[in-house]
């Protein structure tokens, strides 16, 4: 494994405390903020926030265990984008619009934003990904995420109330 391979195993750490952090507090944030985010009850996102953070490990897992199977590597490289625009997209601009820290600010500034970027700009520098590679991977693992999270949030809502 590669000193950089090496630094792909700080993205699902720093997800998984990103979550955790809107995990605990986005719920009740929800109640505030009818122009970012519907209010959302904590175990359906708890659920939502869970399969994302499961995907997140996968795609590392895949990109890091078969580096040869480009796609795995496009995957994991559009997440990593797709987390930085996360990050300051609507964290960033809510916290600004509505003058009140949007959970997952901190982590996704702090974390995700230059972990990602590093691992990306390194990608990039040793020909593992070209830019127009990354502004296509993390279009559609965005789109995607936006697709996919209502779906998470019901399927929380049928498992808590089964």
């Known amino acids: ?24 507090w986005l ?3 929800s109640v505030h903020a009818k122009r970012f985010h519907r209010q959302v009850e ?21 990109a890091m265990a ?6 795995g590597r496009v995957v994991f490289f559009g997440f990593l984008g797709a987390m930085i625009l996360n990050a300051l997209v609507p964290h960033l601009a809510a916290t600004i619009v509505l003058r009140r820290y949007a959970p997952g600010l901190l982590t996704g500034v702090a974390l ?17 990904l070209s830019l127009g ?10 789109a995607a995420l936006l697709v996919l999270l209502p779906v998470f949030f019901r399927l929380g809502r049928l498992a808590v109330n089964w």
């Open 42 to 62: 904590p175990k359906e996102f708890i659920f939502a926030v869970m399969i994302v953070t499961l995907l997140a490990y996968l795609s590392t897992f895949v």
């Open 133 to 142: 590679e990354l502004v296509l991977s993390t279009a559609a693992v965005a």
């Open 1 to 24: 494994m590669t000193t950089p391979s090496l630094l792909w195993l700080f993205f699902p750490i720093g997800i998984t405390l990103h979550n955790l952090e809107e995990a605990l």
């Open 27 to 29: 719920p009740q944030w």
């Open 66 to 71: 078969a580096p040869s199977i480009r796609l």
């Open 112 to 128: 995700l934003v230059p972990v990602d970027s590093t691992i990306l700009f390194q990608a990039m520098a040793a020909g593992k």
